[in-house]
């Protein structure tokens, strides 16, 4: 059973600093890993997805790698802003004949503080 | 951009009654899928919806669950007869594929209470 792990479950950071949020999953047989961004009491944001055959992906401040084989993904933010302040979850996904569903993480608390 | 819209965003109800939580899903998607978050907790999977009928569910998605898509736009969650422990964030999401090159996009949200 797939077991998805985020450290550290809360970050309190000044602006302007770099960043890196991490994911780590037990069954490295995964289709994509995919980074959300949640706001309190909100819906989930896509942010980033990365397919099991890439290594990174990136978009804006925002970069993510993936390495498979050690069942292991980080999100670097560059130059965090108190806009960044959010949820930030990590969910795999694995490719059945069933279909296709997300595991997620339990998340990391963000705050950044101005 | 495209949206997965959800309505109500929050709804209050009895135990032991029946909700229906709605979903319109992206127009060109095919997959549909529901995921609950209860307060404090992880996201969980709850059940994946294609050709009209269920591909895979979860252990939580016992009887008292059932989804439907009624008209070519919408996709519904029906639970039953409510319990306390129903009480969380219901997310809806699509997928144009199981190959989700483009990921899942997920609605904002049904806050379900139940009192």
């Known amino acids: 059973k797939q077991e998805v792990t985020q450290i550290p479950a809360a970050l309190s950071v000044p602006e302007g600093e770099n960043l890196v949020l991490n994911c780590s999953f037990t069954?490295?047989?995964?289709?994509?890993l995919q980074w959300f961004r949640q706001d309190p009491g909100k819906g989930l944001t896509s942010l980033l997805l990365?397919?099991?055959?890439?290594r990174e992906q990136t978009s804006g401040r925002l970069n993510a790698s993936l390495d498979k084989s050690s069942g292991r993904s980080t999100l670097y933010i560059a130059a965090s802003q108190p806009g960044d302040s959010a949820t930030y979850l990590c969910a795999v996904s694995h490719l059945t004949e069933y279909g296709n569903k997300l595991v997620f993480g339990a998340g990391t608390i963000l705050r950044v503080k101005s | 951009e495209p949206e997965v819209t959800q309505t109500p965003s929050h709804q209050v109800t009895q135990m032991g009654q029946e909700v229906i939580l709605r979903c319109v899903p992206i127009?060109?998607?095919?997959?549909f899928y529901w995921y609950r978050q209860i307060l404090g907790q992880k996201v969980e999977f709850l059940v994946s919806?294609?050709?009209?009928?269920?591909?895979?569910k979860s252990e939580i998605f016992d009887d008292q669950f059932s989804v439907e898509r009624p008209d070519g736009s919408n996709f519904t969650l029906k639970i039953r007869s409510t319990k306390l422990e129903d009480s969380a964030m219901y997310f809806c999401?699509?997928?144009?594929?199981?190959?989700?090159?483009?990921?899942?996009?997920f609605g904002s949200g049904t806050r379900l209470t139940v009192v």
């Open positions: 919806f294609y050709n009209n009928e269920i591909s895979e």
């Open positions: 990365i397919q099991s055959s890439q």
């Open positions: 069954d490295s047989a995964i289709y994509n």
């Open positions: 999401a699509s997928s144009v594929t199981t190959m989700t090159v483009y990921g899942y996009t």
């Open positions: 127009s060109n998607h095919l997959y």
